[in-house]
Every structure is written in C-alpha cells, then in structure tokens.
C-alpha cells in the first residue's frame, strides 16, 4: 500500500487560497490519487481525484507533478464552512486496493 | 436519492451484548467497505466486500463479522461487544472494485458506545 504523509493541520482566513500538499513517495505506476472531506459527525465526502498533471472541479484544483510523488490540493477563496479535514488517499487503478486513511489534514478557517 | 443508509445512528451497548450494525446503499455499487474512526486515528479499515458472497478482512477485523448475501447490504456484527469497540463506525460503497479509481460514498456513521 501506498502510503501518505499530509500535514496534521493548518490554518487560514476567509478568502484566502490553502494548498495542502500530501507525500507519497511509493505510489505505483496505476495508483489514482482522491481527497476525501470530512464535517464533524458526517462521513467523508469526496472532493477531487487525479492521475496526473492538473485537475480542477468546482471546488478545487488538484496538482501533480511528473513524478507524482507528491500531491497538492488547491483551495481557492476558502470560507469558514470549509474548516474540516482533508484526506489524501493512493490506490491502484486495476483489481482490488484496499484504501487507507491516513490521519488528514485539519484546516482551520478563521474570519 | 438515499446513497449510503447507516442505521442505527447511535447505540449503547454493555460489554458481552451482541448487536448489528446496518448498512445499505441504493447505488447498485459492488464494492462496500466497513471503517471504524477513533479520535486522532483517521478511518480504519474493518471488513470489505467485493461483491454478493464475497468478503475479506481490513486492517482491524477482529471482533467484528461481515456478510452480503445482496448487492445493497452489507451489515457488520459485533458478536460480544467490548469497550475497546467504543468507536464511530462509517459503510461506503463504490461502482467499481478499482477502488483507487472510483471514489467511495460514505454514510453518516453510527456512532457506539460499549460500557
């Protein structure tokens, strides 16, 4: 399994743009990359999913550099309601993969 | 459009009881997936299946008992709860067995409580 090191938390104000990047240094050549949200007392919600290069949605942009060892997620504009933490997970794209979850990334949004 | 159902959404439990946890997605998803979330440990991975009649253990299975004799449910069984059980417990499902291509859906958890 691929694993993932992601900062224990972060912090930002209203407005502003948060990139959080995630390590994973033992993806494979086949391995997608997702983040994952997640509230308080809700389960985690999926926000974006990459296999290399760029990819952007309506929520947020995802980047990953021609070695993809690392990944980093883009939030533009950030609001209090995105305070939450953040996964980043690394899985095959063929056959069975057993996801981990790592410990995310807590971001903290202040006025 | 429902998703991931989870029921019951709390319980409390003493030592020794048995309960099942229940899970049920209405996406006709393959995969489903059991994790259980304790403060400052992320999600971990308790039972997985790959489809009807097929099961297999996670990174934390002991104690813990899974079936799916349908597409839709997938219930978790605690055969003799213990505190170390305490724990909220989250059912996803995904459209595919390629799960790192596909993203999971994830219910809103049942949070248990084992005196």
């Known amino acids: 399994l691929a694993k993932t090191t992601q900062p224990i938390s972060m912090d930002s104000y209203e407005g502003q743009e948060v990139n959080i990047t995630c390590s994973h240094n033992n993806i494979a050549t086949n391995d997608y990359i997702t983040w994952y949200q997640q509230f308080p007392s809700q389960g985690p919600r999926f926000i974006i999913q990459g296999y290399k290069t760029k990819v952007t949605n309506e929520v947020a942009s995802l980047f990953i550099p021609a070695d993809r060892k690392s990944s980093t997620l883009s939030l533009p504009r950030v609001s209090l309601s995105d305070t939450a933490v953040y996964y980043c997970?690394?899985?095959?794209?063929?056959?069975?993969?057993?996801?981990?979850f790592g410990k995310g990334t807590m971001l903290l949004v202040s006025p | 459009n429902a998703g991931v159902t989870q029921t019951p959404k709390f319980q409390v439990l003493k030592t020794g009881q048995s309960m099942t946890l229940q899970c049920a997605q209405d996406m006709n998803h393959e995969y489903m997936s059991w994790y259980r979330q304790d403060p400052g440990m992320g999600l971990r991975l308790i039972h997985y299946?790959?489809?009807?009649?097929?099961?297999d253990q996670g990174e934390v299975p002991n104690g813990y008992n899974v079936s799916r004799s349908t597409t839709e449910d997938f219930p978790l069984r605690l055969l003799s709860a213990a505190p170390s059980q305490t724990s909220v417990y989250f059912c996803a499902s995904s459209y595919s067995i390629s799960t790192g291509e596909q993203p999971q859906h994830f219910g809103d958890g049942t949070r248990l409580s084992i005196l």
């Open positions: 299946s790959v489809g009807a009649g097929i099961t």
């Open positions: 997970l690394v899985g095959v794209s063929s056959g069975y993969s057993t996801l981990t």
